[in-house]
């Protein structure tokens, strides 16, 4: 992956570098925020983003991710250096569009009245040092936190591993909350792999994904395969399957499984 390029919010434009997937550069000129924080040509696109992760954090309790107001969700805001992220400590059941703030990749409140996530600096410099991610999820489930507390991979010994996260699902480091120590982990342990999941030592999974919604997904896949393996052990030692076997059901599943786009 080729380095994000950024410069101050006072400048007009960023540039983001990035691979075409052929192993060429292209760059694309992205917007700085205005003195209001929101440049006016992507006033509807933060909107609608703010719709959608607002909705996408109904499924983290949903699905049984989260307890309380642990968790978070965030979508990055194509075309600008921004994010979508929900306020810290606000109940699930009061998150709609209006009460989801927007901040730079500094981790800068630029739009809203409440005081961001406090895992905001971890998804800041996610997007700010991966721009082939468009969404991130950090949930405590249960099952995935477990296996970050004993900070142990979850082996590939399931297809559904092979095919959602391409091998073992590994454990970053361990890092305290507070600044972008836990963002630098992610980073450092996701950019040479194919997995969409970390588990961040004794605290928890993070997710990433071509946008919010496919983070969520990934959110709920590592969740169950963290309850089946466990399962498994109860057992005896489950089978890890082969490099090759991986490769092509991964393969397969990111490229051929589903419907594809309509023509």
């Known amino acids: 992956m080729l380095p994000l390029t950024l410069r101050t919010h006072s400048e007009v434009t960023e540039t983001v570098e990035s691979s075409d997937g052929r192993g060429r550069t292209t760059s694309a000129e992205v917007a700085a925020p ?18 959608e992760v607002a909705a996408l954090h109904a499924e983290l309790p949903r699905n049984q991710l989260v307890v309380w107001t642990a968790g978070n969700v965030s979508a990055r805001v ?3 250096d921004l994010l979508v992220i929900k306020p810290s400590g606000v109940s699930y059941d009061d998150l709609t569009p209006e009460a989801m703030v927007v901040c730079d ?16 600096a971890a998804h800041a410099y996610v997007y700010a040092h991966m721009p082939e991610v468009g969404g ?29 996260f391409g091998g073992d699902i590994p454990v970053g480091p361990f890092a305290l909350i ?3 120590s836990i963002g630098r982990g992610i980073v450092e342990t996701l950019r040479n792999s194919r997995s969409r999941a970390v588990l961040m030592a004794n605290h928890g999974p993070f997710t990433i994904g071509t946008d919010a919604r496919d983070a969520v997904k990934a959110a709920v896949m590592v969740e169950d395969v963290a309850r089946t393996v466990h399962l498994a052990r109860q057992l005896g030692e489950p089978v890890p399957i082969p490099q090759a076997d991986i490769d092509r059901l991964y393969d397969r599943y990111q490229n051929v499984y589903g419907q594809g786009s309509a023509e």
Do not use: F, Q
């Open 34 to 51: 205005t003195a209001s924080g929101i440049p006016d040509e992507l006033r509807d696109v933060v909107e609608a983003l703010k719709v």
């Open 78 to 80: 194509p075309g600008a």
């Open 178 to 180: 507070g600044d972008d």
């Open 105 to 120: 990749l500094d981790g800068n409140l630029a739009e809203g009245t409440r005081s961001p996530s406090s895992d905001t």
């Open 136 to 164: 991130v999820v950090h949930t405590h489930s249960d099952y995935a936190t477990a296996w970050a507390a004993r900070r142990e991979p979850i082996p590939c010994v399931l297809t559904m591993i092979g095919d959602e």
